[in-house]
T-cell receptor
Framework: SQKIEQNSEALNIQEGKTATLTCNYT??????LQWYRQDPGRGPVFLLL?????KEKRKERLKVTFDTTLKQSLFHITASQPADSATYLC???????????FGTGTQLKVEL | DAEITQSPRHKITETGRQVTLACHQT?????MFWYRQDLGHGLRLIHY???????NKGEVSDGYSVSRSNTEDLPLTLESAASSQTSVYFC????????????????FGPGTRLLVL
């Protein structure tokens, strides 16, 4: 069966450290993978997209990797800040590019 | 500024009642989506539309219906509300196919929290 797995346990890290979140998938062959941020009581907000032929993508303090052999994406936040505390969702782009299939999300808490 | 809105933001209803959740976007996007979000399941696709008069079933469509009579709106109807439909509902829109248009994201509304008693 198809699965998208993100660590269901909250990730707690200290301010200034690098947070690394994992997204693993099975029985999908996505051409694209996206990461979203969701704050409590709000809808998800798009952060980054990475294509299957890209190994790495960066945006400011964010970095995403995409390994289609391992069927895994890693999401890194460097120099983390308390304002980075949120739930982060990975989403596979399916349906010919029009649909998203989401993982369950990982809650990140950055402590002072 | 363009936006996507949902109403109501909170709704309490009784089992068996018909409920309609509204979604309105001013992005002029062709694609619109309805998701539900539950603990342990993440966001699951209910219905989606690629344009006026087009509707499609998603992963968890049983008990729900949508109609698309214009570009801006995609109302979601629960025909006969059940307790299992207690959830947070999100509407989203996108311009087109990821990678084709340069608009590489879905834009989400703020959500509607629905409680079915």
């Amino acid at each position: 069966s198809q699965k998208i797995e993100q660590n269901s346990e909250a990730l707690n890290i200290q301010e200034g450290k690098t947070a690394t979140l994992t997204c693993n998938y099975t029985n999908y062959s996505p051409a694209y993978l996206q990461w979203y941020r969701q704050d409590p009581g709000r809808g998800p907000v798009f952060l980054l997209l990475i294509r299957e032929n890209e190994k790495e993508k960066r945006k400011e303090r964010l970095k995403v990797t995409f390994d289609t052999t391992l069927k895994q994406s890693l999401f890194h936040i460097t120099a983390s800040q308390p304002a980075d505390s949120a739930t982060y969702l990975c989403a596979l782009v399916t349906g010919g590019g029009n649909k998203l299939t989401f993982g369950t999300g990982t809650q990140l808490k950055v402590e002072l | 500024d363009a936006e996507i809105t949902q109403s109501p933001r909170h709704k309490i209803t009784e089992t068996g009642r018909q409920v309609t959740l509204a979604c309105h976007q001013t992005w002029n996007h062709n694609n619109m989506f309805w998701y539900r979000q539950d603990l342990g399941h993440g966001l699951r696709l209910i219905h989606y539309s690629y344009g006026v008069q087009d509707t499609n079933k998603g992963e968890v469509s049983d008990g729900y219906s949508v109609s698309r009579s214009n570009t801006e709106d995609l109302p979601l109807t629960l025909e006969s509300a059940a307790s299992s439909q207690t959830s947070v509902y999100f509407c989203a829109s996108s311009e087109g196919r990821v990678g084709a248009t340069g608009q590489e994201t879905q834009y989400f509304g703020p959500g509607t929290r629905l409680l079915v008693l």
